[in-house]
């Protein structure tokens, strides 16, 4: 049976074996094939499942939690870029892709083994030993007694029983009164926690929209410290860093916040425009469409969307989306060079604001 330490030494044997084909002086001579093989023995290596290869196996490393969202597609991308070309990377999207997965693959491989608590039984921590991340199995969740028991007499005393007897004489209807009452009191509180982070929300985007960044900026700050899981916070302060240039801390915003709301269509929609500024005009088109699937009828991800295939050079795809858009501040993405048969100016471009 494999060991927590047997599992991370030949992962990490993996890693180092991958390390030699994804280093800067093997880059421009190792194929995207040869690339993802490295890539996908760490992650079968990580997890124990050797029968799992291609997406399938991201998507698994994904549900356990070894991967986060970025690494994921990171990798997923490494994995569609080997199914089309059989070269090395030869420009410079390609590269970013592949210091991307190589980030992946050392997020995917822990420090140090997780310790198996030697306090529990041995076919508990056998079952523990067998996958560094699986779950544990059902017989070591906790079990709940249908009803309450009293620990403070001995087993079939008097004064057990006489407990037992009165908590059974309680009425149903002040049974049902008190379930009423916590329900009530969840309610309540549930609304009023979502009611103040509404109002600090709100106070926050109208600073941003006055444009007093400053205090946009310390309001959203705060309030994603009040609210650890409202992803709205992180939203603006990924746009704020992208605005401010700061990319690699507006990438860690807005997966977070697509982490914490993946049905989110501002988080996809920001996320893919932080994509866009980066270069990276697939992963952009695949958060666009993500966008769209929550909200159909966004036209700022349907422009930018148009935009991203642009980019692709996948035009007639372009053309639609842009078309269903109409003009926005993604005509000018559009506009040069323009579109194969479409003579400059043909697509206006509305004057800088």
């Given at each position: 049976?494999?060991?927590?330490?047997?599992?991370?030494?030949?992962?990490?044997?993996?890693?180092?074996?991958?390390?030699?084909?994804?280093?800067?002086?093997?880059?421009?001579?190792?194929?995207?094939?040869?690339?993802?093989?490295?890539?996908?023995?760490?992650?079968?290596?990580?997890?124990?499942?050797?029968?799992?290869?291609?997406?399938?196996?991201?998507?698994?490393?994904?549900?356990?939690?070894?991967?986060?969202?970025?690494?994921?597609?990171?990798?997923?991308?490494?994995?569609?870029?080997?199914?089309?070309?059989?070269?090395?990377?030869?420009?410079?999207?390609?590269?970013?892709?592949?210091?991307?997965?190589?980030?992946?693959?050392?997020?995917?491989?822990?420090?140090?083994?997780?310790?198996?608590?030697?306090?529990?039984?041995?076919?508990?921590?056998?079952?523990?030993?067998?996958?560094?991340?699986?779950?544990?199995?059902?017989?070591?969740?906790?079990?709940?007694?249908?009803?309450?028991?009293?620990?403070?007499?001995?087993?079939?005393?008097?004064?057990?029983?006489?407990?037992?007897?009165?908590?059974?004489?309680?009425?149903?209807?002040?049974?049902?009164?008190?379930?009423?009452?916590?329900?009530?009191?969840?309610?309540?509180?549930?609304?009023?926690?979502?009611?103040?982070?509404?109002?600090?929300?709100?106070?926050?985007?109208?600073?941003?929209?006055?444009?007093?960044?400053?205090?946009?900026?310390?309001?959203?700050?705060?309030?994603?410290?009040?609210?650890?899981?409202?992803?709205?916070?992180?939203?603006?302060?990924?746009?704020?860093?992208?605005?401010?240039?700061?990319?690699?801390?507006?990438?860690?915003?807005?997966?977070?916040?697509?982490?914490?709301?993946?049905?989110?269509?501002?988080?996809?929609?920001?996320?893919a425009s932080l994509m866009?500024?980066?270069?990276?005009?697939?992963?952009?088109?695949?958060?666009?469409?993500?966008?769209?699937?929550?909200?159909?009828?966004?036209?700022?991800?349907?422009?930018?969307?148009?935009?991203?295939?642009?980019?692709l050079q996948r035009f007639?795809?372009?053309?639609?989306?842009?078309?269903?858009?109409?003009?926005?501040?993604?005509?000018?993405?559009?506009?040069?060079?323009?579109?194969?048969?479409?003579?400059?100016?043909?697509?206006?471009?509305?004057?800088?604001?």
């Open positions: 049976m494999t060991s927590p330490g047997d599992t991370l030494h030949t992962a990490r044997a993996a890693l180092d074996a991958a390390r030699v084909v994804f280093s800067p002086e093997a880059m421009t001579a190792s194929t995207a094939p040869s690339l993802w093989q490295a890539a996908q023995v760490v992650l079968q290596r990580v997890l124990g499942r050797h029968e799992l290869s291609g997406h399938a196996l991201v998507g698994e490393a994904r549900r356990l939690g070894v991967l986060t969202l970025s690494d994921a597609h990171a990798l997923v991308g490494l994995a569609s870029w080997a199914d089309r070309s059989n070269t090395p990377a030869v420009n410079e999207a390609e590269r970013i892709l592949l210091r991307e997965a190589w980030m992946a693959l050392e997020h995917a491989v822990p420090d140090s083994a997780p310790a198996i608590d030697t306090s529990r039984p041995a076919s508990s921590a056998s079952a523990s030993a067998s996958s560094a991340y699986a779950p544990p199995p059902a017989s070591a969740r906790p079990t709940f007694s249908p009803e309450p028991v009293l620990r403070d007499s001995a087993p079939g005393s008097s004064d057990t029983a006489s407990q037992v007897s009165a908590l059974r004489r309680v009425p149903m209807a002040a049974w049902a009164t008190l379930a009423l009452l916590i329900v009530a009191s969840g309610v309540f509180g549930t609304w009023y926690w979502r009611g103040r982070a509404d109002r600090a929300f709100a106070a926050a985007v109208s600073a941003y929209r006055g444009g007093n960044v400053t205090l946009a900026r310390t309001a959203m700050a705060d309030m994603a410290r009040d609210f650890p899981t409202d992803a709205r916070p992180l939203v603006y302060l990924g746009r704020l860093s992208r605005e401010d240039g700061d990319l690699p801390r507006a990438r860690r915003l807005l997966t977070a916040a697509v982490e914490l709301a993946p049905n989110s269509s501002i988080a996809s929609r920001e996320l866009l500024a980066e270069g990276q005009p697939e992963i952009a088109r695949r958060f666009y469409v993500r966008a769209l699937q929550s909200a159909p009828e966004d036209r700022v991800a349907q422009g930018f969307l148009a935009c991203a295939l642009h980019r007639d795809e372009a053309r639609r989306w842009y078309e269903r858009a109409g003009p926005g501040e993604w005509q000018g993405c559009l506009a040069a060079p323009p579109f194969p048969g479409v003579p400059p100016g043909a697509i206006p471009v509305p004057p800088a604001s």
